[in-house]
């Protein structure tokens, strides 16, 4: 009996371990599962610093890694994607290169620049101007109506334009909106000559040799600033309408020929004194000039400064003097109080009245004080914008 006594305790013992077992403290009982799922999930920054994962439910690996390539290996990567990129642009520029073709004015040989682009009835594109003097196609031959075509209006705001003056040397490409802002400063552009008697049209890249080798201007480019010019004036030298002119004198500065214009005009009884600069009017912003008409050079008394602008090359005269608001303008009357009379030539008047030659008549002489500078405004704004990237 005794012995049958202990046997039971011990298998009452073994169950009471399962049962517990089964209660959460071992075992695998469906909530102790949950647990272990809570774990898995979780990951390892659930764990207590004394707590570690089992080896049977949780594997943590390495991440694989590609193998390193080689120095040669990059290089010939590049070279592939950089010949990609080459074949890409290639790609492209045939594209623009015939949709510019498709829409070039036979005549002319420029691509149309305004909508709406004429075409004939049969699609051939011809620009506004030359269209304006033809009556027949000139592809087809057909009859020009009013017909226009909306694939070339299209086509223009996407290809590239080519400057006006590529037959001069330029090769600058654009597209539209660029193009026009770029004609209006090319190096190649014609400019007028800035002697008032010379009708030549030159490019502004070669305006001033043409000035020096013609004689059409006084060569001070050597002499620094400010420049200090004594002028003679003699009445009996004006024209018919009392207009008198003097040759422009060229000026250095910044690397840029500069000419100053000395005009004196009849019908409004003023007088112009203007520099000109070999540059557009969006260039001459960049740069300010000072200009003094005096009697003498060691008083200020009897003179007239103007601080403002200077003109472009573009304009010619004292009509687009006037309309482009540069320069100093002097009434005659004021003039006549700066004149410093030539004492010198009362002989030489004698003498001339004398051999019955042409008579000059009395000669008068002032001084015209010029110096250029940047624009202060133009200064300003860079140093706004250097004070703005620093910050």
């Not at 299209?154 to 001069?168: K, Q």
């Not at 410093?340 to 004080?369: H, K, M, P, T």
Request: glycine share 6%.
């Amino acid at each position: 009996m005794m012995r049958h006594v202990v046997g039971s305790t011990s298998q009452e013992s073994d169950s009471s371990k399962k049962r517990k077992s089964s209660d959460g403290k071992g075992g695998s009982s469906p909530e102790g599962n949950a647990k272990q799922a809570r774990w898995d999930t979780e990951g390892l920054a659930t764990l207590r610093p004394c707590e570690e994962p089992s080896s049977s439910n949780h594997v943590v690996r390495e991440p694989q890694r590609d193998p390193e390539l080689s120095v040669e290996d990059l290089k010939q990567n590049l070279r592939h994607k950089d010949d990609e990129l080459k074949k890409a642009i290639s790609t492209q520029d045939k594209l623009l290169r015939e949709l510019s073709s498709s829409v070039e004015c036979p005549v002319c040989y420029n691509v149309p620049r305004v909508a709406p682009v004429p075409c004939c009835s049969n699609g051939h594109v011809i620009c506004q101007r030359c269209k304006a003097k033809l009556e027949n196609c000139p592809t087809c031959r057909v009859r020009l109506t009013d017909c226009v075509s909306q694939i070339a209006a299209t086509i223009i705001h996407r290809v590239s334009h080519t400057c006006e003056f590529r037959y001069e040397g330029c090769t600058f490409k654009s597209d539209i909106d660029k193009i026009t802002d770029h004609e209006s400063s090319c190096i190649f552009r014609h400019v007028r000559c800035p002697h008032w008697a010379c009708d030549e049209t030159i490019t502004a890249k070669n305006l001033t040799h043409h000035v020096i080798a013609s004689e059409c201007g006084d060569n001070y480019r050597d002499k620094p600033l400010p420049y200090r010019e004594e002028m003679e004036y003699a009445r009996a030298l004006d024209d018919e309408e009392g207009n008198g002119f003097w040759r422009p004198s060229l000026i250095q500065f910044d690397g840029i020929t500069f000419y100053l214009q000395v005009e004196k005009s009849g019908k409004t009884k003023n007088w112009y004194f203007y520099v000109q600069m070999e540059g557009s009017a969006l260039d001459c912003k960049m740069y300010g000039v000072t200009i003094k008409v005096r009697k003498s050079l060691v008083s200020e008394g009897h003179s007239v400064v103007y601080n403002g602008d200077v003109c472009p090359i573009d304009i010619k005269g004292v009509g687009e003097v006037e309309n482009s608001g540069g320069g100093l303008n002097i009434r005659n009357s004021i003039m006549e109080n700066i004149f410093d009379v030539d004492a010198l030539d009362r002989s030489d008047l004698e003498q001339q009245e004398e051999s019955g030659g042409d008579v000059e008549g009395e000669r008068f002489r002032f001084w015209v004080e010029v110096d250029i500078f940047k624009s202060p405004k133009i200064t300003a704004v860079k140093t706004e914008k250097v004070v703005k990237n620093e910050k």
